[in-house]
């Protein structure tokens, strides 16, 4: 993310062409002379080339039946026109905002292009509604340097980006850091960055525990209320991509702080914002509605929109799967994967996101086998160099995949549930790591407890036997953090322990009966070579291995 992407980018010098197409002859304007020129690619004409001038009324008998055709926007630098509704879609690159061809707000200006308008409409809301009460416009009341020094603002900034940065790496550090000098030093008025600003200073805040910043809630209540109400006049302020970093940043923060139903929708409102200013599109790919040629952006620029576009995907896809809600799925997204440094450790997370398969009408029989499938590629991810955190995160997905599992009823295959096990124990050894490193990550409570559950649940002699490791991890966050939610946790696992205790001294209790019965029987012996062997009647048990046999 750079400042100069917020910006709107310098206009290139228009060069002379010795042809010129049907639209710019009949309005004798420059033609640049490409298929299709930049004049029309501006205005949304038709861009045809013929070997002589068309009729005056040639051209102008082109109706509103060439709606359709114009809202197919043809992609800055192509060849030809969208090919699919999900590419009709007009970028204001002043505004910094993406719309479809066919809503309230573009159609209007396809209209008036088919009519051959020299002057369409801009792109505003005129008739969306009545218009009895005044739009509220941004007004920021209180700044930011009245709450924080830039001495806190930069301690706290770095300790993002030392912690949460790697896991969600959507900023470019020491740009941020110059800029976040800048604003301070100069009194900027930039209330998109100041929103970003709060929320990166509130993380660093809250993963610096216990050394943490004496004004985080009021700094977040404080960019929260900035949000909320946030509509830019649309003569003055630009919207740019720090406000979708804003609300990015937002989501991480309430999924550590504030309940599942508020992470959860500030992580769709995150991506809404996304497609509100078309980053889930490639540049080259969209129209816009500017009357200047512009240059091509760099390929940080491009990269800044993607690790955007991908950070919001994946914190929403991850609290929506673990909430059980469903995720935002945009329409038409076309964003490239991210330009992948070295050893980086965000892709982990990203693919891990991307295989998480969605609540859906599906049949129940595919839902199974995705579910399965997940956790293969889960226990078949390599992790000869995986950090804590990741195995973490995995862990937990394998307890949400058993979730959904048992919900459907499926009897799990030794394989599989071997995988759930090892997914689940190996997130338990990482949530020890990270809890005694002091890093408060949600998970790092969450993943043993659901572990803890499952293995309850699987009942089986290898579920039970590690459910001692799990009530230790659990034990030793809670020691560490010591707050009310870690001890309560805890004290819900020693009951769950408790209850599945008393089952199963209930169901021995049966066992026993039926051998003291059994002993009043003198005549009834069993044969001391029974009570030596070694046999596993769980698998005698089993109806799948009398199947077979039945088979054979």
């Not at 001038?53 to 055709?69: E, I, M, N, T, W």
Request: hydrophobic fraction near 40%.
């Amino acid at each position: 993310m750079s400042e100069a992407e917020s910006s709107t980018v310098t206009p290139s010098k228009r060069k002379r062409s010795r042809r010129a197409c049907d639209p710019c002859r009949q309005r004798k304007k420059k033609c640049d002379g490409k298929e299709p020129c930049q004049l029309c690619q501006d205005f949304e004409y038709v861009c045809s080339y013929t070997s002589k001038d068309p009729a005056v009324g040639q051209f102008s008998s082109k109706r509103l039946h060439q709606a359709s055709d114009a809202a197919q926007l043809p992609a800055r630098g192509s060849q030809s026109l969208a090919s699919s509704a999900e590419d009709r879609a007009v970028f204001d690159s002043r505004k910094g905002f993406l719309v479809d061809a066919s809503s309230v707000l573009a159609f209007p200006r396809i209209l008036a292009n088919s009519l051959e308008s020299g002057q369409p409409p801009k792109l505003r809301n005129l008739v969306y509604n009545i218009g009895i009460r005044q739009e509220r416009y941004f007004i920021q009341g209180t700044t930011l340097s009245q709450m924080l020094s830039l001495e806190d603002a930069q301690r706290y900034s770095r300790a993002f980006f030392r912690i949460v940065h790697p896991w969600h790496a959507y900023l470019d550090q020491d740009e941020f850091m110059a800029r976040l000098q800048r604003h301070f030093s100069e009194a900027l008025h930039d209330p998109p960055f100041e929103m970003l600003i709060a929320f990166i200073v509130a993380l660093g805040s809250y993963f610096s525990w216990p050394d943490r910043f004496c004004r985080e809630e009021e700094l977040v209540e404080l960019a929260m209320g900035w949000m909320d109400r946030c509509i830019f006049p649309d003569v003055s302020a630009q919207i740019c991509i720090y406000y979708a970093g804003a609300w990015v940043a937002r989501s991480i923060y309430q999924r550590g702080t504030a309940s599942p139903r508020a992470a959860w929708m500030s992580s769709c409102m995150a991506m809404h914002v996304v497609e509100f200013m078309g980053l889930h599109k490639e540049w080259d790919t969209m129209t816009t509605v500017t009357l200047q040629a512009t240059e091509p952006l760099s390929s940080a620029m491009l990269d800044g929109r993607r690790r955007v576009y991908w950070t919001a995907f994946t914190v929403n896809r991850l609290i929506s799967t673990e909430y059980g809600r469903s995720c935002v799925e945009i329409a038409g997204t076309n964003c490239k994967p991210v330009d992948w440094k070295v050893g980086e450790t965000f892709q982990l997370l990203v693919d891990t996101a991307r295989s998480l398969p969605q609540l859906s009408d599906v049949n129940e029989e595919l839902k199974v086998q995705s579910y399965i499938s997940a956790v293969e590629r889960l226990a078949n991810a390599p992790e000869a160099s995986d950090p804590d955190y990741i195995r973490l995160v995995r862990g937990d997905v394998a307890c949400l995949l058993y979730r959904r599992l048992s919900l459907l009823n499926v009897r799990l295959t030794d394989e599989t549930e071997k995988q759930i096990l090892s997914l689940g124990q190996k997130g338990t050894e990482a949530a020890c790591v990270l809890a005694i490193e002091r890093q408060p990550w949600w998970k790092v409570i969450s993943t043993p407890f659901q572990f803890l559950c499952v293995l309850l649940s699987i009942d089986s002699p290898g579920s039970l036997k590690l459910i001692p490791q799990a009530l230790r991890t659990l034990l030793q966050v809670n020691e560490i953090f010591n707050t009310q939610r870690t001890k309560e946790t805890c004290e819900t696992a020693q009951v769950l322990v408790q209850i599945a205790q008393q089952k199963k001294e209930k169901e021995l209790s049966h066992l026993r009966e039926g051998l003291a019965i059994a002993s009043t029987d003198p005549s009834v012996v069993m044969p001391q070579a029974w009570v030596d062997m070694d046999i596993d009647w769980m698998e005698l048990m089993d109806p799948d291995l009398f199947a077979t046999d039945m088979i054979a």
